[in-house]
């Protein structure tokens, strides 16, 4: 076994004096797909805010790639080969669809991913190539969000949130589409409120809260008992 | 006929002021930075256009081959070296900055150049006209408003049809997701301003050669950009140029009226402007 | 411990011998035209002025979040009104400033109307804007001089005091008892419920917004009241100076960036940071004005070092170090010693 693509030890990360992560160890191995899970609050997006490099004002190591990325801005990881598909979609309003998937391209890192294999996984994104991306659909919005994390040819892609604020039908759709996308040697971290789906997916899970990792453990072993103890911090 | 010539000529005017706001108007598009030293700038485009000509005997026009890479050179460090620092919610560490900027950047170029006016010596192209249907086109100024077209339309194409256009746009959309994508914001911002003092070279010239300047007269060329762009509509380049078209117009006018109106006339026409369109007359993004 | 073992009061013990000094030390610059010889009274006399002028900046800008550059407008305005006002209408001069000032505030009215359309930096250049308006204007009365300005006639100057030592004497004092005036009333400006509501919207403008505080009143206001007295302060200038032309009236450096480089240096959003400012200024300016504009580029870096490096300027460093207050804003909840030992 190779090391794995992500190491974090001792991760902190502080907003102002209220402090959200407190000494977090975790790991994803290479082609794994990993689900970190966790209430409101929790410190997931906190967490993918200190891996992607947004957020760079604690204490820790995060290793990508057997790199020390800790001190990296967020578009020197991107670089790397980390590509994120934020919460709440995020695409760049002024840029139309095809715009924002190019975008995703910026890196040019070399792999399966590029326009049309984008376009054959969401066949709607080519016949909407030239409109506004905020003239989509919220599902239609995700797959854009996706598509651009993918034109990047990452070796980690962090979905955050994914499921928020679509309908139950498109949330399906989307899970659906998620073996086909990972897998290629591409490796996964899926934050979800979403419980049921996001052990459906993955291999590994975490849980997270009030800033420490609660619960780790393989997701078809975890059981509801530990999970709404890690989850919720109750008896 | 009078009249008709006075638009005419303000209409050829307003090709250079929007060369004067086309830098501001992309720069604050790209990064929200209204920088206070742009007249200053301008003016120091025109002075490096003297230096250049002086010493190589080139033709002002041909000196932009040195004068907008060295401008854009000039751009690219100031964004790295200061100005990305003052990028932020407060708009004061901009504004103070810049000012800062204007400050040193005048003096330095009266220590340089001392306060005597110059002039860009363009030769025969200075008085040449051309007459059509009794109106009196000087070939300088259809020339400058041409020039204006053109720098619009080309900054136009760079930011609708190019990877660094479209990058732009991503940084002045969302700052941290396009740093997600790998977008160096602080290297995108220096290539915008890069871009922004590349046309400015092109105004200063062009500045140099339609009439004399010296160290002081930056901050009317700031506030003549400025008011184009808010005229225009902020983020709107063609916008720009009817801005400065109209300003252009309303000086011109102004001074057939009365030879004392000419810069009050443009300043009223924004004024006005203002007061019932405050979001200017093509406005494409709000301030 | 119970609520009743802590007081909150805003007054520090530096703060109160900070009081008797200020004090004394009103009291001896007071007596410098009998101390003080007529090259040293002139410079503190320009001091004052700039300190006022700094002042009101600051409660514009580092209270309510008016970032101007174009306070020159009422400077020039205020010299200009001095002038009409003893010339055409044979008004006393010291009449004439008040009247200035009362002017301004009916102007500034429409334009704070017209500018307040404008968000941020473009406020800022709007209101620059108005001010060549304001300059081109004045340029265009030929009986005030037109471009090439006019003196105050000896007649009125005489009018102030027949003597020129009392005349100067008293121009002194006008313009310390300017900069008291105009630092008493920031302060107890912002001590009021107004100044309460200021510093909320400058905190937080939407949440001030949503606790039912109307900021566009209160931005109003106070942009009305620092025109007014920015243009007596503006008066007093011209009244020093005996000589107004629209440059020197509405120069955008000398009565806007330089004031703007004053309240950054000595920290901004604090009474104290004008102050220290126009200290640091005028020291800056009286030991490198032989450099000439060598002296203009060092201001300009060291402003621009001060803005980037420690952008609540020096009385922040000062503060952040020692927890000092001359002007106290701030509440204090002190624990009552007595009382705090009866629970062990």
Known sequence: MSDPILKVHGLEAFYDDFQALYGIDMHVDRGEVLAIIGANGAGKTTLMRSISGLMQ??????HFGGQDISARRADEVALRGLAMVPEGRQLFPSLSVWENLMIGAQVGRKGPWNLDTVCELFPILKERADQASTSLSGGQQQMVAIGRALMANPDLILFDEISLGLAPIIIRDIYAALPSIIGEGMSAIIVEQDIGQALAVSGRVYCLQEGRVSLEGSSDRVSREEISRAYFGIE | MDW???????????????????GLSLIFGVMRLVNIAHGDLIVLAAYLGLTVTVGTGLHPLLALILVVPAMGLIGYGLQRGLLNQTIGQDILPPLLVTFGLSVILQNTLLEAYTADPQKLDAGALETASVSLGGLTMGILPLLTFLIAIGVIWGLQWIFYRTALGRAFRAVSDNQEIAQLMGLNRRHIFGLAMALALAVTAVAGILLGIRTSFDPSVGGARLIFGFEAVIIGGLGNLWGTLAGGVILGVAQTVGAKIDPGWQLLAGHLAFLVILAVRPNGLFPRISG | MNIQDYTVSRSTRAARVALVVTALLLVILFLAPWWAGRADMRLMGELFLYLALASLWNLMAGYAGLVSVGQQAYVGFGGYMLFASTIFLGINPLVAIVFAGFLAALVSVPVAILMFRLRGAYFAIGTWVVAEVFRLCFAQVSSLGGGSGTSLP????????????????????????????????????LRSRQGLA????????????SLGIDIWRNKFIVYVVTSALTAMVGALIFLQKLRITPDAAFSVYDWTAFVIFIVVIGGIGTIEGPIIGTLVFFALRETLADLGTVYLIVL?????????????????????????????????????????????
């Open chain 1, 57 to 62: 004002n604690g204490a820790g190591q995060v």
């Open chain 2, 4 to 22: 008709l010539n006075a638009i005419l000529q303000g209409t050829l005017l307003g090709g250079l002021y929007a060369l004067f706001a086309a």
């Open chain 3, 154 to 189: 000896v007649g009125i100057v005489k009018s102030l005091a027949s003597e020129r030592a009392m005349r100067e004497a008293l121009s002194y004092w006008l313009a310390l008892g300017a900069a008291v005036i105009v630092i008493a009333a920031v302060y107890l400006f």
């Open chain 3, 198 to 209: 200021l510093t909320a919207i400058r905190d937080n403008e939407l949440a001030a917004g």
């Open chain 3, 300 to 344: 300009g870096f060291v402003a621009i070092v001060i803005m980037l490096r420690a952008p609540r300027g020096i009385w922040g460093l000062v503060r952040s170090r020692y927890d000092l207050e001359f002007f106290p804003l701030s509440y204090r909840v002190h624990l009552k010693a007595a009382k705090g030992q009866d629970g062990n």
